[in-house]
């Protein structure tokens, strides 16, 4: 008796989360953090995203939500302080998004903007490793908005005293957990007494206090 072939199932196709979506070269997103604190805005505002980015796709995301930007940008009372307000204003007038509840569509900048000025902040201290021109024109155009910008290369502080790297990594961490950057503990850093007495020593050998230092280089 001859046995029957399956055919095998097509296989399901899975949903392209929201942060997915949004480009992420150029920022520094905090972790475990959501896009929205509300599934039910997520949910909302991915439907109406879907009108001009069928798919979703990164690129197509990066440049619609660039334009709203610039359209804030456009729209931005002088001196004005609170981003949410631009936001909001443009998105009354940009049509896929004009239907949306206030609210939303500044949550969503307002987290975008703030991973970008924590990747403009770690640039302080160290190289860049994200080729400024492989950025999407969302990064620039909040950089346009907020009128900050990568650094070309790290502060002379970090030059200056050497600091080791994994010190350096271990900050950026804690503030990727939301976390104060605790320069003088080295918070869970543990480094070896070599490592220790050449993070707190100037290149002439003179001991200076950590914390001191970098008071002014603070990420928080």
């Known amino acids: 008796m001859a046995t029957q072939q399956q055919t095998p199932k097509p296989a399901k196709k899975t949903k392209k989360t929201l942060r997915a979506a949004l480009p992420n070269r150029g920022y520094e997103f905090k972790d475990g953090r959501s896009v929205f604190e509300s599934v039910d805005d997520g949910t909302v505002f991915k439907a109406a995203l879907h009108k001009v980015a069928r798919n ?7 440049k619609v939500l660039a334009d709203l930007t610039m359209k804030a940008k456009e729209v931005r009372k002088p001196r004005a302080t609170d981003h949410s307000g631009a936001f909001e ?3 009354k007038q940009t049509p896929w998004a004009s239907e949306l509840k206030e609210g939303i569509i500044s949550e969503l900048l307002l987290g975008l903007v703030s991973a970008r000025a924590l990747h403009i902040k770690f640039m302080r201290f160290r190289p860049n490793t994200v080729d400024p021109r492989t950025e999407g024109p969302l990064a620039k155009g909040i950089d346009a908005f907020t009128g900050e910008q990568p650094a070309a290369e790290p502060e002379e502080h970090y030059k200056m005293y050497e600091l080791d790297p994994k010190l350096i990594d271990n900050m950026m961490e ?3 957990k939301g976390l104060v950057a605790d320069w003088d503990a080295y918070s869970n850093y543990n480094p070896s007494d070599e490592e220790m007495e050449g993070a707190g020593e100037e290149k002439g ?4 206090d950590l914390g001191d230092t970098l008071k002014g280089l603070s990420l928080n």
Do not use: F, S, T
């Open 56 to 62: 979703l796709h990164r690129n197509e995301v990066d």
């Open 205 to 208: 050998g003179e001991q200076k």
């Open 89 to 91: 204003e443009a998105r």
């Open 174 to 176: 804690r503030m990727r």
